[in-house]
């Protein structure tokens, strides 16, 4: 049962550079997430989608895209990478467990985390 | 806007000196309120959702309670296992978005 899978685990960028963080699902979630983990920051949302080919910003969009051309992947690219984005970034995916199902409430199952270094 | 606050930013204890974590938050609806542990180089883990003022729920030597304003995690008589930062998340009504504080790294020495 693999969960919530993030690739590369590690990266290190120079200025300017593009990469794509890969995320895949394998419990049929209908939504995912990106965050953005920074010290005394605590979990910033970039982008998140509600479900196969759609997407929505969070907080911290700018200098970020996202897709979500299947249900199971979720991409996260960086155009052209500053400092400013190094971090570590984590995927999540939700639905509504049976505990919540009349709330709604999206508990959310993280990935372990891709750490990006921007030189 | 949502905010959640979340104190101390760390805490050290005694391995069986209970204390309890605090989660100040603002919410424009509360559809739910959740914790979340996170261990070194790993994602965070769910422990609990909360929906309404005056619930509780338990896990092994966790308590999570709620009110209009706050939540608290009680842990009672801890174990160096139980080390790691807990982070405190809300959801507001209409929104499919969680928005974090910045965590409470515990820390339990034997």
């Known amino acids: 049962n693999a969960g919530v899978t993030q690739t590369p685990k590690f990266r290190v960028l120079k200025t300017g550079q593009s990469m794509t963080l890969l995320c895949a699902q394998d419990?049929?979630?209908?939504?995912m997430y990106w965050y953005r983990q920074d010290p005394g920051m605590g979990l910033r949302l970039i982008h998140y989608?509600?479900?196969?080919?759609?997407?929505a910003k969070g907080e911290v969009p700018d200098g970020y895209n996202v897709s979500r051309l299947k249900k199971q992947n979720f991409l996260l690219g960086l155009e052209s990478a500053a400092p400013s984005q190094t971090s570590v970034y984590f995927c999540?995916?939700?639905?509504?467990?049976?505990?919540?199902?009349?709330?709604?409430?999206?508990?959310?199952?993280f990935g372990a985390g891709s750490r990006l270094t921007v030189l | 806007e949502d905010q959640v606050t979340q104190s101390p930013e760390a805490l050290r204890l005694q391995e069986g000196e209970s204390s309890s974590l605090n989660c100040s938050y603002t919410?424009?609806?509360?559809?739910?309120l959740f914790w979340y542990r996170q261990d070194p180089g790993k994602g965070p883990e769910f422990l609990f959702t909360l929906y309404s003022a005056g619930e509780e729920k338990e896990k092994e030597r966790l308590k999570a309670t709620l009110t209009k304003k706050e939540s608290f995690l009680h842990i009672t008589a801890p174990k160096p296992e139980d080390s790691a930062t807990y982070l405190c998340a809300v959801q507001a009504w209409g929104a499919q978005k969680l928005v974090f504080g910045q965590g409470t790294r515990l820390t339990i020495n034997p």
């Open positions: 999540a995916s939700s639905s509504p467990t049976l505990d919540s199902i009349l709330s709604g409430a999206n508990v959310l199952t």
């Open positions: 919410v424009s609806g509360l559809r739910g």
């Open positions: 989608s509600v479900g196969e080919g759609t997407t």
């Open positions: 419990m049929n979630h209908e939504y």
